[in-house]
């Protein structure tokens, strides 16, 4: 349930970057255009690691097959850490000041909330990633045998 949470909040935020690649992008600024149909391009891939980890989730991970878990972390570890973990690292300032940000986002600053966001879902991924390791691996006894 916790992935299912932390995906579908991520739909906004990739439906946003897919849509930035259709907007004006006739302008006079070849770079610009470059980098909203890459920016597309990013929301696609959210997308597409979203809508598999929905399938995956709510197909093998209910059921406890092995193979659903390392699914699971590939999307942890492909969509929420390169695509909304690392621009963050970009500004390591940002995570020095981790009481003065939170008190930012609480006062409404954008970026501030954005980033409280992001480190958010990260953690609710990984605590729901971690949560069920031990039904996955524990040795399993064949009642049959």
Do not use: C
């Not at 302008?27 to 959210?46: I, V, Y």
């Not at 003065?100 to 953690?123: Q, T």
């Amino acid at each position: 349930m916790l992935f299912t949470i932390a995906l579908v909040s991520q739909i906004r935020w990739a439906w946003w970057n897919v849509m930035a690649g259709y907007g004006d992008t006739r302008g006079p600024d070849l770079w610009r255009r470059a980098a909203l149909q890459s920016t597309s391009e990013f929301g696609k891939l959210m997308l597409a690691l979203i809508l598999i980890g929905l399938i995956v989730t709510w197909t093998g991970y209910l059921k406890k097959v092995r193979w659903s878990w390392f699914v699971m972390f590939v999307v942890v570890s492909g969509l929420t850490i390169p695509l909304s973990i690392f621009p963050w690292f970009m500004h390591p300032k940002a995570f020095l000041d981790l009481p003065g940000m939170l008190v930012d986002a609480w006062k409404g600053e954008h970026l501030a909330r954005i980033a409280v966001e992001v480190i958010s879902i990260f953690l609710l991924m990984v605590i729901a990633l971690l949560l069920p390791v031990k039904s996955f691996f524990s040795r399993r006894t064949n009642p049959a045998g």
